[in-house]
């Protein structure tokens, strides 16, 4: 067929989804990485092909460390795809890599390339509950950043369950459960059989060495209190047995 009758072909684009986490340093700086090696040495896959934020809003140019705070990053396997809250021109941060963009991330849905005389499609509505019939196996990763997720049946272990609101797991959660993970420390997860292997609101995190050993594999609730995960009976003792 002549190049001139060959139909133009139809570009193709999908939508892709990314779950960064966001690592705020403090003065002092050397302080705040020996804090970050402990959590680490706590949990040493926690940041593993995670993508990571870099907000320097909480320092200044003339921060003491700031000039090695990057490479001890790098150094550390945290992948930086992106800082804010800083300025390049500060010299401290003269000598960084400092990122331009990142690659990766979770595929989501196919996006259609609007023709310039086509209405915007509306926005989807946000904030609404994630419902799961399914089991989640090893290795699958579920999100809703604006909302809960409520899984009728269990979390396997590898498999992580990642909510802007609560988590609900009417089953074992045997993987991980990030829950609050847009700055909503009131969110809680829950769970039919705590077995998880790390659970995280609003960024504070625990890994499954450091649940009381009375919950689990025990109906259990985790909350927030006081920048402390606590690990609760799924019925508060003062509710059980009452009478209606």
Same mark, same amino acid.
Request: aromatic letters at 6%; proline letters at 10%.
């Given at each position: 067929?002549?190049?001139?009758?060959?139909?133009?072909p139809?570009?193709?684009?999908?939508?892709?989804?990314?779950?960064?986490?966001?690592?705020?340093?403090?003065?002092?700086?050397?302080?705040?990485?020996?804090?970050?090696?402990?959590?680490?040495?706590?949990?040493?896959?926690?940041?593993?092909?995670?993508?990571?934020?870099?907000?320097? +809003?909480?320092? =200044?140019?003339?921060?003491? /460390?700031?000039?090695?705070? $990057?490479?001890? #990053? @790098?150094? !550390?396997?945290?992948r930086?795809?992106?800082?804010?809250?800083?300025?390049?021109?500060?010299?401290?941060?003269?000598?960084?890599?400092?990122?331009?963009?990142?690659?990766?991330?979770?595929?989501?849905?196919?996006?259609?390339?609007?023709?310039?005389?086509?209405?915007?499609?509306?926005?989807?509505?946000?904030?609404?509950?994630?419902?799961?019939?399914?089991?989640?196996?090893?290795?699958?990763?579920?999100?809703?950043?604006?909302?809960?997720?409520?899984?009728?049946?269990?979390?396997? +272990?590898?498999? =992580?369950?990642?909510?802007? /609101?609560?988590?609900?797991? $009417?089953?074992? #959660? @045997?993987? !991980?459960?990030i829950?609050?993970?847009?700055?909503?420390p009131?969110?809680?997860?829950?769970a039919?059989?705590?077995?998880?292997?790390?659970?995280?609101?609003?960024?504070?995190?625990?890994?499954?060495?450091?649940?009381?050993?009375?919950?689990?594999?025990?109906?259990?609730?985790?909350i927030?209190?006081?920048?402390?995960?606590?690990?609760?009976?799924?019925?508060?003792p003062?509710?059980?047995?009452?009478k209606?």
């Amino acid at each position: 067929m002549p190049d001139e009758l060959r139909p133009t072909p139809k570009i193709r684009a999908r939508g892709r989804s990314f779950l960064a986490l966001v690592l705020s340093p403090e003065p002092l700086l050397a302080d705040w990485l020996a804090g970050l090696d402990a959590q680490i040495a706590r949990s040493s896959a926690f940041f593993a092909g995670k993508p990571v934020i870099l907000d320097l +809003s909480l320092l =200044e140019a003339g921060t003491e /460390g700031l000039a090695e705070l $990057y490479p001890a #990053l @790098r150094a !550390r396997g945290i992948r930086i795809i992106g800082i804010e809250g800083g300025d390049t021109n500060w010299p401290a941060c003269a000598g960084w890599d400092w990122p331009a963009g990142f690659q990766g991330g979770r595929a989501s849905g196919a996006v259609e390339i609007p023709e310039d005389t086509a209405p915007a499609p509306p926005e989807p509505p946000r904030g609404g509950s994630l419902i799961i019939e399914q089991p989640i196996r090893s290795g699958q990763v579920i999100m809703n950043p604006d909302g809960d997720i409520i899984i009728l049946g269990s979390v396997g +272990s590898g498999a =992580e369950v990642t909510a802007g /609101g609560s988590i609900h797991v $009417y089953g074992p #959660l @045997r993987g !991980r459960a990030i829950a609050g993970m847009n700055g909503q420390p009131d969110a809680r997860i829950f769970a039919h059989s705590m077995q998880a292997e790390l659970l995280a609101i609003d960024g504070y995190y625990i890994t499954a060495e450091e649940i009381d050993p009375r919950y689990v594999e025990k109906p259990a609730q985790i909350i927030l209190n006081n920048d402390t995960l606590v690990v609760q009976p799924l019925v508060p003792p003062t509710l059980r047995g009452r009478k209606p």
